[in-house]
């Protein structure tokens, strides 16, 4: 039926080229949102089978997309698309961009809701509140579990209030999330140190910790090798350099604002 119903809304090139943009757009939200390839490039074929492309071809690492969709009628065509940028781990949009794939694989959608449901979930953003939240009972229950006191936590819970409006505020104005890293790992040692020496019963490293888990790119790093085992070696190998420049980037923050705020 999906098929069926796909075919009549691709009669003409201008709506396959349509509808392939329309894939490529999904698959790069998909890719920023934290997915793995191998879902981006089953969900792309199944919704080009969907759409009335009987032979579907995509290929998709963490800095490029090539699909190539074969219709019916013989017609071929072929578009790429270049990533630019990571974009982190957004599961709130790639949870909206399963159901969406879900959705028209089992009852195709016309090509203009399908761009106002791509530009919907491209909108959904969490409410600042959360993320704060969510950021300040992190860092101060990692710095509580490993070890810290309350006041440690209660330290790193501020402070991770403030990574989270660095992430917020300033990430797009800086090139290169190794650079933001850096930056951010910076700031917030220098924070750290600083107030150690004002309150010396805290434990600064205890406050780092739990800091540190708010940038570490631990998901990244976890989804890299699951590429790698599952096949996708060059994904796999891009998404682990990237995790560990980001890691690297990080330490090397920590470690500049401790020796400026120890001498």
């Not at 490529?24 to 759409?51: I, P, T």
């Not at 879900?102 to 016309?110: G, H």
Request: proline content about 3%.
């Amino acid at each position: 039926m999906g098929g069926t119903r796909g075919k009549k809304m691709l009669k003409t090139n201008n709506d396959q080229n349509l509808f392939l943009r329309l894939l490529l757009d999904m698959g790069e939200m998909m890719l920023k949102s934290g997915a793995e390839v191998s879902r981006v490039e089953d969900s792309l074929s199944r919704m080009g089978r969907a759409y009335g492309a009987p032979h579907m071809d995509a290929f998709v690492i963490t800095s490029s997309i090539v699909l190539t969709a074969g219709f019916g009628d013989g017609t071929v065509v072929t578009q790429t698309r270049r990533i630019e940028g990571s974009g982190g781990n957004d599961f709130t949009m790639l949870e909206a961009l399963n159901e969406l794939s879900r959705e028209c694989c089992a009852s195709p959608l016309p090509l203009k809701e399908l761009r106002a449901r791509l530009d919907e979930a491209s909108s959904l953003v969490p409410a600042a509140g959360k993320l704060y939240l969510g950021s300040m009972l992190a860092s101060g229950a990692f710095a509580v579990f490993f070890g810290g006191s309350l006041w440690d936590g209660a330290a790193a819970a501020a402070i991770g209030a403030l990574v989270c409006l660095l992430q917020l505020k300033c990430s797009r104005y800086i090139p290169g999330a190794a650079i933001f890293n850096l930056l951010v790992s910076f700031v917030t040692g220098a924070v750290i140190g600083g107030l150690s020496k004002i309150f010396p019963a805290l434990d600064p490293g205890m406050i780092m910790i739990g800091d540190i888990m708010l940038v570490i790119p631990g998901v990244a790093i976890t989804i890299a090798i699951r590429d790698t085992l599952v096949g996708d070696t060059i994904s796999g190998a891009m998404r682990l350099i990237e995790s560990l420049v980001k890691a690297a980037a990080i330490a090397g923050g920590f470690m500049l604002a401790l020796l400026l705020t120890r001498g």
